[in-house]
């Protein structure tokens, strides 16, 4: 081997580089070029451009920066080997973000170790401690005090949102930040070279980009967010930013804070010190643009003032589970406010968040147990004790983990004080708490599993769905989204909030004509435009092949076109598919299957009218024309289910107690209970003992209404 080779392999840029691309290899989603391993390697280049720098300090700056960036072709290089084991579908992204964070941190180090090579004794240690400095205090300072939960560094790039986000967060910010990176390289280079006029305008324009932060989206202060927000109102614990125009029920909106907060202080004897600070976003991008979370709904218990970030779409399903990290800060660690094993604190949320009327998660899981190991030796407790490590939970699939910690702290809190779990939370004591080890309560929260009912079939189908979404440690390409898939996700958007023009163009100018889903949502904006095209997709659809929405479609294009009978099997079809569980949409399906012989209600129903001029038309209709029976419940169903998603709880009441007597149980009942709850605590309180009567044998739907008859009983107090 010709010696500059071999020096050139035995090199520390070479050496350090190769050792790091080699371990990331062995770690899931670090093992190919994207946002991750960028930032392990730009924290690495950060030291290794910066020490060589001090080292060869006797070459000029311009030949010390050319070879620490030719050396950064090392690690790209490895890094793209990776993909013949590690398919990188997302790789120009991936080199983007290597591109963003490497190269800009490798000029910052060497600009930064030119400045310590003038200005200490002792270049290197400073360098160090400059380094390690920036890259653990950076965050500190970004995540455990301002409610975002993002984090740009000078050293290692960033952290661009939560764990779970598989859709990451690229917001503007970070082109900005790194931009910043840059003007300091250049200010430590005027300082070296005493260039005063460059010196001062550098110090000016990184001074005046700290004053802006938040308006450039490098950092998020809670002052500038909230601020952000149209909306604000003050209850008796807690302080409410909203969206005014996404708000429909102010008052709906308080309560449901309230209630909860009543519900989690008696269940866990503590309250949270000081006033909640709640935030709901109009929607995900919203959330997204200021924190960094799209799709993760996050309580940051770190900060000093506990808060929850939900945005309004999944408000009434999401703010309970959050608010239960907010109150779980009472008995957390000290500073961290949250315990270091992650399967407890999220556990505790899942054990807490109401009933719904779907399956519990013991009923989730004993349906898998046993459906994968029948009666023989299950091992749901083994697993759980892997859930509840420190670092087993990210390990395994979301929805596996969740719902098992989720079980197992329920199955504690009902079979023990919940002050043995509160004071076993932040350390994991349960032998202290419990007078007994893990494995042990383990295997008795197994037998309880064991020892409940055979479920219904659709329970053990739910699990198997909900358990089979891989995480991301286990997708074959994690973070990437395909261009087709980002214009269909896009077109099927502007679609549901009423523009299908914008819609149409997106998908035209997507190119994406083999896209099963977006050939789908074509012919439904054909089929909704009142244009042809809908029965040309159908045709392409055997009936053995279709999935719910195409059923949908097809009934829909059915009642259109005067051929109620068509429609009605189609409709039949449709709800054949639905779980047991599905209340909501099998009441819906059979309501339209009631109006399959009225083309005239379907052209409202699926035109792309808002909802407020949908009602009227539907409102009118009903009182100008005859009906049958079964027709005029189905149609007041349909009127009460829009007037309830608006916040009109009054008018829905009328269309609604016709309807719940008619057969549409389930959507019925929550209307109702949510209208008379509004007007007539008595009439709620009839309404759900009569409902309780009606679902007795479904404990699931009975859990539900139990919750209900709390939430009354604490309005009337």
């Known amino acids: 081997m010709k010696a500059p080779l071999k020096s050139r392999l035995l090199s520390p840029e070479f050496l350090v580089y190769s050792g790091a691309c080699f371990l990331l290899w062995l770690i899931p989603v670090f093992d190919r070029l994207h946002v991750e391993s960028s930032a392990v390697l730009a924290f690495c280049s950060f030291f290794v451009a910066g020490v060589q720098s001090i080292r060869h300090m006797g070459r000029p700056f311009a030949s010390r920066i050319r070879s620490s960036l030719l050396w950064l072709f090392v690690p790209l290089i490895w890094m793209s080997l990776s993909m013949i084991w590690a398919p990188n579908c997302d790789y120009a992204r991936g080199l ?18 030119e400045l310590l090579l ?30 975002q939960f993002y984090s740009y560094n000078h050293v290692f790039g960033g952290v661009l949102g939560p764990l779970y986000e598989t859709d990451l967060v690229v917001r503007p910010g970070i082109f900005a930040f790194r931009a910043l990176t840059l003007l300091w390289g250049f200010l430590f280079l005027a300082l070296v070279r005493r260039h005063n006029r460059a010196t001062l305008v550098l110090t000016l324009s990184i001074g005046a980009a700290y004053m802006f932060a938040g308006q450039i989206g490098i950092n998020t202060p809670a002052g500038y967010l909230q601020g952000s927000f149209s909306g604000f109102v003050q209850s008796e614990h807690f302080d409410i930013y909203y969206d005014s125009t996404s708000t429909s029920s102010l008052e709906r909106l308080v309560d449901e804070h309230e209630f909860r907060y ?21 929607d995900a991008d919203t959330r997204a643009r200021f924190t960094g979370a799209r799709r993760t709904s996050v309580a940051p218990v770190w900060l000093r003032d506990p808060q929850v970030h939900v945005e309004i779409g999944s408000f009434y399903q999401i703010f309970p589970h959050e608010l239960v990290h907010v109150f779980s800060r009472e008995f957390g660690l000290p500073l961290l406010h949250a315990s270091l094993h992650v399967g407890l604190v999220e556990g505790l949320a899942v054990a807490l968040e109401p009933p719904d009327g779907r399956p519990s998660p013991h009923a989730l899981i004993a349906a898998h147990e046993r459906a994968a190991r029948g009666d023989s030796t299950w091992g749901v407790g083994g697993r759980l004790v892997t859930s509840l490590s420190p670092t087993g939970f990210w390990g395994g699939r979301a929805a596996v983990s969740y719902t098992t910690t989720g079980s197992f702290v329920r199955f504690l809190l009902d079979e023990y004080q919940p002050g043995a ?9 349960f032998e202290r708490e419990y007078e007994m080890p893990l494995d042990s309560l383990a295997s008795r929260w197994q037998a309880m599993l064991k020892s409940l009912p055979v479920s ?25 989204v395909s261009p087709r898939t980002r214009s269909y996700r896009l077109a099927a958007r502007e679609a549901s909030e ?33 244009r042809e095209g809908a029965d040309d997709y159908l045709v392409t659809r055997p009936d053995s092949m279709r999935v719910f929405r195409e059923w949908i479609l097809a009934a829909n294009a059915a009642a259109l076109a005067f051929d109620s009978v068509s429609s009605r099997a189609s409709f039949d079809k449709a709800g054949d598919m639905l779980s047991r569980f599905s209340r909501s ?33 539907l409102e009118d209709l009903l009182s100008s024309s005859a009906w049958s029976t079964e027709e005029g419940i189905a149609l007041n169903f349909i009127l009460g289910a829009y007037l309830h998603s608006e916040d009109r709880f009054a008018e829905a009441r009328a269309h609604l107690e016709d309807a719940a007597a008619g057969g549409y149980s389930y959507a019925s009942f929550l209307a109702l209970q949510a209208a008379y709850y509004t007007a007539d605590l008595i009439a709620a309180r009839t309404h759900a003992d009569a409902s309780f009567q009606q679902w007795a044998t479904d404990r699931d739907m009975t859990d539900l209404i139990f919750n209900w008859t709390e939430r009354i009983s604490w309005k009337a107090n």
């Open 96 to 113: 983007l973000f290597f591109l963003l964070f490497v190269p800009i941190t490798v000029f910052f180090a060497v600009s930064l170790s």
């Open 118 to 147: 003038v200005r200490t004794r002792r270049p290197v240690l400073w360098l160090v401690l400059v380094g390690v400095g920036v890259a653990i205090l950076g965050p500190l300072f970004d995540i455990g005090f301002h409610p």
């Open 262 to 282: 009543a519900e989690l202080t008696s269940r866990l004897g503590v309250e949270p010190t000081g006033r909640v600070i709640s935030y709901v976003y109009p």
């Open 421 to 429: 779990f509160t004071r076993a939370y932040a350390t994991a004591a």
């Open 456 to 480: 219904h079939p659709d329970v053990s189908s739910q699990a198997a769905r909900q358990f089979s979404v891989l995480s991301l440690f286990e997708a074959v390409c994690p973070h990437f």
């Open 498 to 530: 009423g523009r299908p023009d914008e819609a149409e163009r997106i998908l035209s100018e997507a190119g994406i004509d083999d896209f099963l889903s977006a050939e789908l949502l074509e012919a439904e904006l054909s089929l909704r435009h009142g």
């Open 585 to 617: 949409s099998m009441d819906a399906v059979a309501a339209r299957s009631a109006l399959a012989a009225r083309p005239d209600v379907f052209s409202i129903l699926i035109g792309f009218r808002p909802i407020e001029e949908r009602i009227e038309q």
